[in-house]
C-alpha cells in the first residue's frame, strides 16, 4: 500500500524554459544572421562544416572517452573519494579540450612571435597538477575530519552515522 503524499516536482519548469526561449532565441536569431549578412567574412558553408564536424567529434569521440575512463577510474576509486576525483577528471578534461588549440599551436605566426608565445604545454600540465593538488588536499582533510568525527562518536559512545 502506498502512502499518498505530495508529487514530486518535476526537474525542469515551464516557467524556466520559456524565460531561457525568450532571451535565448533572439541572440541566436542575431547570431545567425549575422553569419549571413557578413557572408564574405564568415564563410556560412565553411562555419556549418566546422559546426557538424564539432559535434559529430563531441558525439563521436568526445562523450565517448569520457565515459570509458570515466567508468574506469570509478571502478578502481574507492567510493567516498568519487566525488572528488569525478570533479578533478571534469576539470582536467575541461583544460585539455579548451588548451588544445594552443598546445598544438594552431594560429602561431613565425612572422609575429607575440602570437602562443609561452610553452603552453607545461602551462596546461601546470595547471592540471594545481587540480589535482586541490583533489588530493581536499581528500586528506575530509580524511581527518571523518576520522575526527568518528573518534569524537566512539568517545562520547555515540555511533558516527548520520552525522556525515
Same mark, same amino acid.
Not at 573518534?151 to 552515522?161: D, K, R, T
Given at each position: 500500500m502506498?502512502?499518498?503524499g505530495p508529487s514530486p516536482s518535476p526537474t525542469t519548469s515551464r516557467r524556466g524554459l520559456l524565460v531561457g526561449l525568450a532571451l535565448g532565441a533572439p541572440i541566436l536569431a542575431y547570431g545567425v544572421r549575422g553569419?549571413?549578412?557578413?557572408?564574405?567574412?564568415?564563410?556560412?558553408a565553411e562555419l556549418a562544416r566546422w559546426v557538424l564536424g564539432s559535434a559529430l567529434a563531441v558525439d563521436l569521440l568526445v562523450v565517448p572517452a569520457t565515459?570509458? +575512463?570515466? &567508468?574506469?577510474?570509478? %571502478?578502481?576509486?574507492?567510493?567516498p573519494w568519487?566525488?572528488? +576525483? %569525478? @570533479? =578533478?577528471?571534469?576539470?582536467t578534461g575541461a583544460l585539455a579540450l579548451v588548451a588544445?588549440?594552443?598546445?598544438?599551436?594552431?594560429g602561431q605566426d613565425p612572422a609575429?612571435?607575440?602570437l602562443l608565445p609561452r610553452d603552453h604545454l607545461a602551462g596546461v600540465a601546470a595547471?592540471?597538477? @594545481?587540480?589535482? =593538488?586541490? @583533489? &588530493? &588536499?581536499?581528500? +586528506? +582533510?575530509?580524511s581527518r575530519l571523518v576520522r575526527a568525527m568518528r573518534?569524537? =562518536?566512539? &568517545?562520547?559512545?555515540?555511533?558516527?552515522?548520520g552525522r556525515y
Open positions: 502506498t502512502v499518498p553569419v549571413f549578412v557578413d557572408a564574405t567574412r564568415t564563410h556560412p565515459l570509458v +575512463v570515466g &567508468a574506469a577510474v570509478r %571502478r578502481i576509486c574507492p567510493s568519487w566525488p572528488t +576525483v %569525478r @570533479a =578533478a577528471l571534469m576539470a588544445w588549440p594552443f598546445v598544438r599551436s594552431y609575429n612571435p607575440s595547471a592540471i597538477a @594545481a587540480v589535482w =593538488a586541490v @583533489a &588530493a &588536499a581536499h581528500l +586528506v +582533510v575530509r573518534h569524537g =562518536a566512539e &568517545a562520547s559512545g555515540g555511533s558516527p552515522e
